[in-house]
T-cell receptor, first 114, second 111 residues
Framework: DAGVTQSPTHLIKTRGQQVTLRCSPK?????VSWYQQALGQGPQFIFQ???????QRGNFPDRFSGHQFPNYSSELNVNALLLGDSALYLC?????????????FGSGTRLTVV | GQSLEQPSEVTAVEGAIVQINCTYQ??????LSWYQQHDGGAPTFLSY????GLEETGRFSSFLSRSDSYGYLLLQELQMKDSASYFC????????????FGDGTTLTVKP
C-alpha cells in the first residue's frame, strides 16, 4: 500500500521563477492538504483540496495556487518566487475530516530559492 | 485564530518517561493531534484526542483537558529512536479539515 508520494524531492529555483510541486495521495484517501515548513518551525497550512476544489485556505498570498485531479493527485504552484519561499513543502493526504485518523504526510519537497 | 505553545526542547535518558506539554487557544475546539518527525522526514501521526482523558497507544499516551485548553504526550520506556521532533496540532469545528501545528518540541534521548 503506497503512502504519499511527492516529487521532486529537492529543487533549486531563482527568485522570480515559478515552480510546480506534485503529490500522489495514499490509496483510499481523497483529500490533499499542502503545508509549508520552514526550518525549526511547525508545518503551516497552505490549502486543502477535496473533490477537485479548494476547500480551505491558510494565510498565503495568491502566488500560491493548486489543483486536484480526478485521480485525487494534486499540484502546488508558486509564482514569482521569493527568497522567503525557501522551505520544505509537505503534502498530506487524508479522509475529508482528517483529525481522528490523522494526515499521512509525504517526505516533502525541499525548495531552495536563490 | 489558533495558537499553540509547546516547549522547544526536552532531554531524557533511555528507559525513562517524558511528558511533552501543549497549550492551545482556539475558537470552537474540535480535537488535538500529535505527530512525530525525524530529521528530514515526513511527520507521522501518533494520536488524537477529542474528549477529555487519556488515550494509550503502546508506549505513547496522549491526554487532553478541554477545560484547561491543555494536552500532553507521554512517552514511556524511551528508546534512542524516539529522538525526534514532536508537534501538537489543533483543529476547530469551523474548519475541521485544517490542522494548525505548534512549532514542535525536539526530544533528545541520551544513553
Amino acid at each position: 500500500d503506497a503512502g504519499v508520494t511527492q516529487s521532486p524531492t529537492h529543487l533549486i529555483k531563482t527568485r522570480g521563477q515559478q515552480v510546480t510541486l506534485r503529490c500522489s495521495p495514499k490509496s483510499g484517501h481523497d483529500t490533499v492538504s499542502w503545508y509549508q515548513q520552514a526550518l525549526g518551525q511547525g508545518p503551516q497550512f497552505i490549502f486543502q483540496y477535496y473533490e477537485e476544489e479548494e476547500r480551505q485556505r491558510g494565510n498565503f498570498p495568491d502566488r500560491f495556487s493548486g489543483h486536484q485531479f480526478p485521480n485525487y493527485s494534486s499540484e502546488l504552484n508558486v509564482n514569482a518566487l521569493l527568497l522567503g519561499d525557501s522551505a520544505l513543502y509537505l503534502c498530506a493526504s487524508s479522509f475529508p475530516d482528517p483529525a481522528p485518523r490523522g494526515y499521512t504526510f509525504g517526505s516533502g519537497t525541499r525548495l531552495t530559492v536563490v | 485564530g489558533q495558537s499553540l505553545e509547546q516547549p522547544s526542547e526536552v532531554t531524557a535518558v533511555e528507559g525513562a518517561i517524558v511528558q511533552i506539554n501543549c497549550t492551545y487557544q482556539t475558537s470552537g475546539f474540535y480535537g488535538l493531534s500529535w505527530y512525530q518527525q525525524h530529521d528530514g522526514g515526513a511527520p507521522t501521526f501518533l494520536s488524537y484526542n477529542a474528549l477529555d482523558g487519556l488515550e494509550e497507544t503502546g508506549r505513547f499516551s496522549s491526554f487532553l483537558s478541554r477545560s484547561d485548553s491543555y494536552g500532553y504526550l507521554l512517552l514511556q520506556e524511551l528508546q534512542m529512536k524516539d529522538s525526534a521532533s514532536y508537534f501538537c496540532a489543533v483543529s476547530a469545528n469551523t474548519n475541521a479539515g485544517k490542522s494548525t501545528f505548534g512549532d514542535g518540541t525536539t526530544l533528545t534521548v541520551k544513553p
